[in-house]
C-alpha cells in the first residue's frame, strides 16, 4: 500500500476521534492547558464597565492617558466594594492594568480629578446606553 | 464544495517538515513569553486560592529557566526529525508548567498561550495513534514516518477545530442561541477597547458598540465561524474556508476588542494555508528550503483492515473516558471553576481570595 489515499479512512476516524475527545475533555476540566472551554464570553451581559478617569470637565478617559498621581486614599481599585445593589460586568485583568498604572506612575500632578467606574448600562433593541460614573478615588494627576 | 477526498490534505505526497518545524517555532516562542510571565510574576493579591505552593513558588523561581531550556531543547529535538513523541511530550509538559503557573499567579488561564499546546498534543497524538494501529496490524514503525505525520497533521488540525467548536458550544450551552442578543458582544468590546481611541479601529469599535443590529451580526457570525471550525477536517478546500473564517475572526476581535491571541491566528495560518502550492515556487532559488515541501517516495502504510481501526478507534474512546473520569475524581475542576470567579455581572459583593 503506497498512496496517501489509503490512509484516509484511518486519519479522518482519528480527526473526528481527537474532535470529540477534546471537547469531552475540555468540559471536564473546564480550563487547564492546553485545554479550555473558553466561557470567559459565555454569557449575556446588561452592561460593560471600565476603569477610568473624569476630569473636572466630566470628561472620561484612559487611566493611562494621565501620570504624576496622588490619592485621597489608598490605591486598591480591583477590590474595592461596589456600594450599589447592582454590579456591571467588569474584566479583572482590565481594572488590574488601571490600578498597576496608578501605583506606578505615583507624583505631584495638580490636576483634580476623579477614578471612576465608568458604567454602560445596555438598552437590549437600541444602541444606546445609559451611562453610570461612580466614584472611586479622588486624586489630582498631571495630563502629558 | 471541495472535490478532495474526505480528510484529504495539501501536503498529501510531500514531506510534512514544514508543518513540524513551523509548530515548533510557535511553540518555542509560546514558552519563551510564558517564561518571561513567571520569571516576573509574585504571588499576590491576584494569585488563584487554590493553587498549590510549589507552583506559586515558580514565579521569580532559578526553576524557569531550567524548566524553559528543558522545553527549548525538547522542542527543538521535536523538530530536528519526524516522529519525536516522547522529546514534544517533555516540551509540552514543561510548557504546561509554565503557562499554569502563570495562570496560577495571576488573572486565570493565559488562553493566547493554547492553540499552540493544543496543536502539539493533536500532533502527538496522531503521532501515537498510527504507532497503535501499525502495532496492531504487525508493522515496524520505523517504516511509517510519513505515514505517523499524516495522522499527526490531522491530529493538530482536528485539536485546533475542537477548540473552536467548543467556544461556540460553551456559549450555546450556558447562555443558549439568546447569546448572539443585542447587547452581548457591545459589553465585551466596552468593557474591552480603550476609551477616546480615535483611530479607525477604534470608530469601529464605537460603530458596533453603538449598533444593536452591527453587534448582533457579528455575535451570530461568531457562533457560524466557531461552530463552522469543524469543516477543517473534510479536506483542503474546506480547510482553507474554515481556517481563514477563524483567522478574520480573532482579527475583528483584536479589532474590537484589543485581544489579539496571536499564537492561535500563526497556528490557523500554518495549518490551513495551502502552503505547498505556492512556497516551493516562491523559494526556488533556495533549494534547502525547498527541501521543506520536497515530494516524497511511495509512502508505506500498513494495511489496516476496517476491524482493526475501529479496534483501535475503540479503545482511543476509552483512554478518552477513563481521563474524564479520572479528572471528574480528582479536584480539578474546583480548582479551574475558580479562575476569573470574580468578573461578570453579580449582584452580591465581589469574592475576596
Known amino acids: ?144 | 464544495m471541495s472535490f478532495a477526498p474526505l480528510g484529504s490534505s495539501y501536503w498529501d505526497g510531500r514531506s510534512r517538515s514544514f508543518l513540524r518545524v513551523g509548530l515548533a517555532v510557535i511553540v518555542a516562542s509560546n514558552v519563551l513569553g510564558a517564561a518571561a510571565n513567571v520569571w516576573q510574576d509574585q504571588r499576590g493579591t491576584w494569585s488563584h486560592p487554590m493553587a498549590p505552593d510549589w507552583l506559586l513558588n515558580l514565579g521569580g523561581s532559578p526553576l524557569v529557566g531550567l524548566l524553559l531550556i528543558v522545553a527549548l531543547l525538547a522542542i527543538g529535538q521535536f523538530a530536528r526529525k519526524p516522529g519525536q513523541l516522547a522529546a514534544g511530550a517533555l516540551a509540552l509538559a514543561a510548557m504546561a508548567l509554565l503557562v499554569e503557573a502563570d495562570g496560577a499567579l495571576n488573572e486565570g488561564p493565559k488562553r493566547h498561550f493554547f492553540a499552540p499546546g493544543l496543536a502539539l498534543l493533536g500532533w502527538l497524538a496522531g503521532l501515537a495513534f498510527a504507532r497503535l494501529l501499525a502495532w496492531r496490524s504487525g508493522h515496524a514503525r520505523a517504516d511509517l514516518t510519513a505515514w505517523q505525520e499524516i495522522h499527526a497533521e490531522m491530529g493538530a488540525v482536528a485539536a485546533l477545530a475542537g477548540n473552536y467548536v467548543d467556544a461556540a458550544a460553551s456559549k450555546l450551552l450556558h447562555v443558549g442561541p439568546g447569546w448572539a442578543n443585542d447587547t452581548t458582544l457591545r459589553s465585551v468590546i466596552l468593557s474591552h477597547h480603550p476609551l477616546g481611541d480615535g483611530s479607525l479601529a477604534g470608530q469601529y469599535a464605537h460603530f458596533v458598540a453603538g449598533s444593536a443590529a452591527a453587534s448582533q451580526v457579528l455575535a451570530v457570525a461568531t457562533l457560524v465561524v466557531q461552530g463552522g471550525a469543524c469543516l477543517m477536517l473534510i479536506g483542503p478546500r474546506w480547510r482553507l474556508l474554515a481556517g481563514l473564517a477563524v483567522f478574520a475572526f480573532h482579527c475583528n476581535v483584536e479589532l474590537l476588542a484589543d485581544i489579539g491571541y496571536g499564537p492561535a491566528r500563526m497556528t490557523l495560518l500554518l495549518f490551513c494555508l495551502p502552503w505547498p502550492l505556492f512556497l516551493p515556487r516562491l523559494l526556488r532559488r533556495w533549494p534547502r528550503a525547498v527541501a521543506f515541501f520536497a515530494v516524497v517516495a511511495p509512502m508505506t502504510s500498513p494495511a489496516v483492515s476496517r476491524t482493526q481501526l475501529l479496534r483501535v478507534s475503540a479503545l482511543v474512546l476509552a483512554l478518552v473516558a477513563a481521563t474524564v473520569v479520572t479528572a471528574r475524581a480528582l479536584p480539578i475542576r474546583a480548582y479551574t471553576a475558580l479562575h476569573h470567579s470574580y468578573s461578570g455581572e453579580r449582584s452580591g459583593p465581589r469574592p475576596q481570595p
Request: with cysteine; glycine share 6%.
Open chain 1, 1 to 144: 500500500m503506497d498512496s496517501p489515499q489509503h490512509s484516509l479512512p484511518s486519519r479522518l476516524a482519528f480527526g473526528v476521534l481527537v474532535l470529540l475527545g477534546y471537547v469531552a475533555i475540555a468540559n471536564t476540566v473546564q480550563q487547564l492547558y492546553p485545554f479550555s472551554v473558553f466561557d470567559m464570553y459565555a454569557h449575556q451581559a446588561t452592561s460593560a464597565s471600565r476603569i477610568a478617569v473624569r476630569d473636572a470637565a466630566g470628561a472620561v478617559s484612559e487611566v493611562s492617558a494621565w501620570t504624576d498621581w496622588r490619592c485621597d486614599g489608598p490605591i486598591a481599585l480591583a477590590t474595592a466594594p461596589d456600594h450599589a445593589d447592582r454590579s456591571p460586568y467588569s474584566i479583572p485583568y482590565r481594572d488590574r492594568e488601571a490600578q498597576e498604572w496608578l501605583t506606578g506612575h505615583v507624583g505631584n500632578g495638580a490636576q483634580a480629578v476623579e477614578v471612576v467606574r465608568h458604567i454602560w448600562w445596555l438598552q437590549p433593541e437600541a444602541g444606546q446606553a445609559e451611562i453610570e460614573d461612580r466614584v472611586l478615588l479622588h486624586c489630582k494627576a498631571r495630563r502629558p
